[in-house]
């Protein structure tokens, strides 16, 4: 049985766990929401986002365990409320469908990762090297050495890495309410 007073030791208890939901609990990470989602549903997804007025900020890659991860990043003008997109993809044969046709400033963002990663986007009008040299030999220069690479649980803890379904009617609501969402308080 402890000696200190209860009240305390209760209030102890109550800083210690809000330090620990604190460091292990969702932070505002720049996104108001950020998705996984599957290659063949990234076409339909970005539609639904440039039909509620979100714009694409940039296309990113990342060489980990389990693929490529091809990051999209899109936010709107009107209002606060900034979406990731996550696609993984095979490293033996990695493609993702283009957005170009929805976001034509997608091609140069597509083209530097095609360069860099050597990820495909398929439909793409010109999917031609942007920034090396069009006779580089080799792999793409930003691949990792396979011991260098690190898997979704390292990079994302405690977070779920399931595509969501853009059939949950969840997906669309939440990204016309994203302004709303408390993690904006909490930058």
Same mark, same amino acid.
């Given at each position: ?15 210690? !766990? ?18 996984? *989602? ?6 339909? !997804? ?12 940039? +296309? ?35 493609? *993702?469908?283009?957005?170009?046709? +929805? ?15 050597? *990820? #495909?986007?398929?439909?793409?009008? /010109? ?7 069009? @006779? ?9 050495? @396979? ?16 595509? +969501? ?9 939440? +990204?016309?309410?994203?302004? /709303?969402?408390?993690? #904006?308080?909490?930058?």
């Amino acid at each position: 049985m402890s000696n200190q007073d209860p009240k305390a030791e209760n209030s102890k208890d109550q800083k210690k !766990a809000a330090k620990e939901k604190k460091s292990t609990g969702p932070e505002y990470t720049g996104y108001d929401l950020d998705y996984f *989602v599957q290659a063949k549903d990234l076409f339909n !997804a970005v539609h639904k986002l440039d039909q509620t007025g979100f714009f694409l900020e940039d +296309i990113s890659c990342l060489d980990m365990e389990e693929g490529f991860q091809v990051v999209y990043h899109f936010d709107r003008f009107d209002q606060p409320g900034r979406v990731g997109l996550r696609v993984v993809v095979d490293r033996q044969d990695p493609q *993702v469908p283009s957005i170009y046709d +929805i976001y034509p400033g997608a091609a140069w963002h597509e083209r530097e990762c095609f360069d860099f990663f050597g *990820v #495909r986007f398929t439909g793409h009008p /010109n999917l031609l090297p942007l920034l090396l040299d069009p @006779e580089h030999k080799g792999p793409p220069p930003l691949q990792k050495d @396979e011991t260098e690479r690190k898997g979704l649980d390292q990079l994302y803890p405690n977070r779920e890495h399931t595509p +969501i379904s853009l059939e949950d009617q969840d997906f669309m609501r939440k +990204i016309q309410d994203c302004s /709303n969402l408390k993690s #904006r308080t909490q930058s």
